[in-house]
């Protein structure tokens, strides 16, 4: 590494001085031990097209697109070698993607204001302006955040602020540095005080209209893209903003409205059909979310997110034309990260419906190690915390707090492993007149990551559930009934149906006793296969290995027996395939533990019309069936890590 790391280091330094033969031979050098290094094939790229030998340049960057698609200054690099071919409009095209991937390329933003005309070019002299009036150590954390440094970008932000704790741009990529590591309430907070400081700044608003939404404070992010709209009601922007704000509040008349607009100003716009598209499935207007899906894909043939839109219908076919489309798209060597990623789920989809199982499992297998690359799950970390429960939450620690909390009966909790069956569950129960359906509401994992407290690497929870007061506890309750509050059409009960407070049923008995919790629990090999077939938006980085959804579901179980052992009676344990079996039994069952009279229309579930925001939508808008059940079989050549995890015989 070191050796490699010299050799770079000597390259970069000849070429500074303009001795781009002995650059691109120490680049050569590196490149071959190891012939997708990156740094090194972006270094040779550069000192061919100086040396003027631009065919052997362009293979270089081809090279670099394959191994790194998303890395700017390769795309910058692409910019500057069709310039010197005398190709401006793919010399425009490439520094457009290059400032897509990575803002801070001042170099492609003056390219651009020389290439361009009108306010295109306009717009682009203004982000080169702007980037030579930032400090420099704010470009520096711009180009770390987007080529992939987080925590070196966090390192030089947090320095940067201190001398500054009043830089606007400073707090604004601090908070999008939060988002990247996914600690969402610092990233609100850091938003919040720049939006006071420059209320005017459209980026600021925009990311924190984005950071509510993250934190599903859906009716405070509405407010935001209603203020910004009204500021701009003909800016497209701005009417998409608030388009999928509406959408996520449940107004989805305004949605379409905005949407439309939005389309006669930018027709064919693919993120619009595209979002459109998942409106209309929410809604179950099915027919014509396939149509704008089509309709994105058909502007935009390498938009990975339509494509597997309609894969995640789970009831749509692919065409032979259609897969053809796909294969093609899935081989260019520059295609993006995560339409690479939709379309190698898709691909798995379209190959398993016409049953060419091991062309399936090896789609399914890319998009996921694709996803595994770029995660930073631990199993072992994971299987840490969940002992650290059982070992925590005591039935003394119960005993101790009887009594406490806050008392609403209100909440229903279904949770477990997501694709286990839980939407049909929650699609069951918001069919009875007195539960409303909601969502993954993420508040008692918020709360669960409050209570780990500030210090980086050390966590208080769940250690801390044995110091909080009665106080405390009934506090934290009443916020909880409050919070999900915008969530509820005022029915005496709902649901709450985050799978991942499995983690946290000693949390939640604590705060509210006498909520109920419901286990979805699926047979293994059908939960975790289905699990791994599911591109998760995020929140799921266990499904993206075999080895570890199958380590993770055994973990689930041992920590469910141990809420049966401490908690007795308090989770009601619902088996898929018991559903179906005796559909009206099971309902009847569920209904009674929590307190409900029976009513026809449990039964009649896929009449119900409601929004469904999962994966399940179209599933659960039919008969019950087993079309799922077994699905792993065909699959089982490929399935022996996912076996051997799971404790089962190859």
């Known amino acids: 590494m070191e050796n490699r790391d010299e050799q770079l280091a000597l390259a970069q330094k000849a070429m500074q001085a303009g001795d781009f033969a002995q650059g691109l031979a120490l680049a050569e050098g590196v490149l071959a031990g190891e012939p997708g290094d990156g740094e090194a094939l972006y270094m040779a790229a550069v000192a061919l097209r100086y040396l003027g030998r631009l065919a052997e340049a362009s293979d270089m960057l081809a090279r670099l697109h394959a191994a790194m698609p998303e890395y700017g200054r390769a795309w910058q690099e692409a910019g500057h070698l069709a310039r010197a071919q005398s190709n401006s409009s793919q010399a425009i095209a490439a520094f457009q993607r290059a400032v897509r991937f990575n803002p801070a390329l001042d170099a492609s933003w003056r390219a651009l204001g020389e290439l361009q005309d009108g306010a295109a070019a306009r717009a682009a ?30 390192e030089i932000c947090r320095h940067y602020l201190r001398a500054n704790p009043k830089s606007v741009e400073g707090m604004r990529l601090l908070a999008q540095i939060g988002i990247k590591l996914g600690i969402l309430d610092d990233a609100e907070f850091l938003l919040e005080s720049a939006r006071v400081f420059e209320p005017e700044n459209v980026q600021v608003r925009l990311d924190y209209i984005d950071a509510l939404r993250r934190r599903q404070k859906f009716d405070r992010a509405r407010e935001e893209a209603q203020s910004l709209y009204e500021s701009d009601p003909e800016n497209p922007l701005f009417q998409s903003h608030l388009a999928i704000e509406s959408m996520q509040t449940g107004d989805y008349d305004r949605a379409f409205a905005l949407f439309d607009k939005v389309l006669e100003k930018v027709p064919g716009d693919p993120a619009t059909l595209t979002s459109r598209g998942h409106a209309l499935k929410t809604t179950g207007e099915t027919e014509k979310a396939i149509e704008s899906y089509r309709a994105a894909f058909a502007a935009k043939p390498d938009h990975g997110d339509a494509w597997y839109a309609l894969a995640n219908l789970k009831t749509y076919r692919f065409s032979d034309d259609e897969m053809a489309q796909m294969e093609d798209q899935a081989a260019r060597p520059d295609l993006a990260f995560m339409d ?9 989809k379209a190959h398993e419906d016409r049953k060419n199982y091991e062309a399936s499992f090896g789609h399914y297998e890319r998009g996921n190690a694709l996803k595994r690359a770029q995660t930073r799950y631990d199993a072992d970390a994971m299987s840490a915390e969940l002992a650290k429960q059982r070992e925590v939450c005591t039935s003394e620690l119960f005993a101790k707090q009887a009594g406490e909390g806050h008392g609403a009966p209100d909440p229903i909790f279904i949770l477990g492993l997501p694709r286990a069956g839980s939407t049909l569950l929650e699609q069951i129960l918001a069919s009875h007149p007195q539960v409303d359906g909601t969502m993954e509401l993420p508040d008692i994992l918020a709360l669960a990551h409050r209570l780990r407290g500030r210090k980086a690497g050390q966590s208080n929870y769940p250690e801390v559930l044995h110091d909080l007061t009665g106080e405390q506890l009934q506090k934290f309750g009443q916020q909880y009934i409050e919070n999900t509050a915008i969530h509820r059409q005022g029915a005496p009960f709902f649901i709450d149906k985050m799978p991942n407070n499995f ?27 289905s699990g791994f077939k599911q591109l998760f938006a995020e929140g799921q980085e266990f499904t993206y290995g075999l080895t570890e959804i199958g380590r993770y579901f055994a973990d689930y179980v041992d920590l469910m027996e141990h809420w049966d052992a401490v908690l007795p009676g308090k989770v009601l344990r619902v088996q898929h395939e018991d559903v179906l079996d005796d559909p009206e039994g099971q309902i009847r069952r569920i209904l009674d533990y929590c307190g409900l009279p029976f009513e026809e229309a449990c039964l009649n579930f896929h009449q119900t019309s409601r929004a469904v925001r999962t994966a399940s939508s179209e599933q659960v808008r039919q008969p019950i069936n087993r079309s799922g059940q077994g699905a792993w079989v065909p699959y089982d ?14």
Not at 125 to 154: F, I, N, W, Y
Not at 512 to 528: E, F, Q, S, T
């Open 125 to 154: 002299q203004t982000q080169a302006q702007r980037l030579a009036s930032l400090p420099r150590e704010l470009v520096a954390v711009t180009h770390h955040l987007h080529e992939g440094r987080v925590l070196r970008a966090e």
């Open 340 to 348: 690479r990623v939709h379309l190698s789920f898709a691909l798995g």
């Open 503 to 529: 983690r946290h049923i000693g949390l939640i008995h604590l705060i509210l006793p006498n909520a109920k919790i419901i286990d979805a629990r699926r047979a293994p090999m059908d939960c975790c296969f």
């Open 637 to 650: 050549p490929w399935l022996g890590d996912l076996r051997a995890a799971l404790g089962f015989p190859g």
